[in-house]
């Protein structure tokens, strides 16, 4: 054998494992610089050193097949990602880590190994190491570089929101405002819509866990979800928000203005218009006001704030499954 054709067949024996293997088949993934212009399968950037402590977004379009996660309002970390085939399609929505294993096989597909994985819905939807073909192609989870999945994991908890959505990832602007957190799913709420006034608080419901707040001006309420479970809602009025608002991403800081008002940072915006100051809402928004104070005490750092102008859908009355946010 010739010295070049040695040295062809050691390049195809030891770079493709590398590159595209590990072990069940799943793809190790690599690690590319910022930079790069063409995302290949399996390709991820990770930067945890640009933001170390704060509170962590994860957001997947699932156009671009593409995760990007963000700690303190900075991108620390992109990846290429494999989601629901059609028939299995990943479902778009707001979600929270309810349950996270180093590792698991699967409830449903008996054998299936999914190394760090974070469980979104009880129904069978997570976050895992799995194999990455460059399209669309497992039964509903998202699939993520081995490698890339592990790192993930070490910077996520119980109750970090992860954004699903069917737009493309653009902040600033979006093919079509409010489309985040879409997807042809759901309805509004069938229960009777509250008054001016109006409020319905029950903390017992959830007594612990990782809070959201959702202002959807379709709906013209608040609704705060602790846990996945609703413990309130109550009827809003605006004046002065864009009718195409769009929706708007936010996390609580753990720190306060001169007034004693908690600081929140900007993660994530899809639509034409520019986000709000949470702090200027209060100018914006007319709510009882007993029931903003209840909300203000059960916020702790870490939070998490919609402000869209999509409508809540009713799966969000579906126990631990979260989906919350769905067009008509």
């Not at 072990?23 to 993934?29: E, L, V």
């Not at 690599?30 to 933001?51: L, N, Q």
Request: glycine share 10%; net charge neutral.
């Amino acid at each position: 054998m010739k010295r070049e054709q040695l040295a062809l067949l050691l390049v195809l024996t030891f770079a493709i494992p590398v590159a595209a293997s590990a072990a069940g088949g799943h793809t190790k993934g690599r690690a590319v610089h910022p930079f790069t212009t063409e995302f290949k399968p399996g390709d991820y950037v990770w930067h945890p050193e640009i933001s170390p402590a704060g509170p962590v977004v994860v957001i997947v379009s699932l156009p671009e097949q593409q995760m990007y996660v963000y700690r303190n309002g900075v991108r620390i970390g992109r990846s290429t990602v494999s989601t629901g085939k059609k028939g299995n399609a990943t479902p778009t929505g707001m979600f929270t880590i309810l349950q996270k294993k180093v590792s698991h096989e699967s409830n449903i597909y008996k054998g299936a190994k999914m190394p760090h994985m974070q469980r979104l819905t009880w129904t069978g939807i997570a976050m895992h190491a799995g194999r990455l073909p460059g399209y669309a192609a497992s039964h509903g989870c998202v699939r993520l570089p081995t490698d890339f999945a592990e790192k993930l994991y070490s910077v996520t908890s119980h109750g970090t929101s992860v954004i699903i959505t069917d737009d493309k990832f653009a902040p600033g602007e979006t093919a079509e405002p409010g489309q985040l957190l879409s997807g042809k799913i759901g309805a509004s709420y069938s229960r009777p819509a509250l008054s001016a006034g109006q409020f319905e608080w029950h903390p017992e419901k959830a007594p612990t866990g990782p809070l959201s707040i959702i202002l959807s001006t379709a709906d013209k309420e608040a609704y705060v979800y602790r846990d996945g479970i609703e413990i309130g809602r109550a009827a809003l009025t605006t004046t002065g928000l864009d009718q195409d608002l769009g929706s708007h991403v936010y996390s609580a800081l753990d720190k306060f203005d001169a007034d004693g008002r908690r600081e929140w940072i900007s993660t994530a915006s899809f639509g034409d218009a520019r986000a709000p100051d949470v702090k200027d809402l209060a100018q914006r928004v007319t709510i009882a006001p007993e029931f903003l104070e209840h909300t203000r005490s059960a916020v702790l750092a870490g939070a998490t704030l919609v402000i869209t102008d999509v409508r809540v859908g009713s799966q969000t009355l579906s126990g631990p499954d979260v989906n919350i946010l769905t067009t008509d």
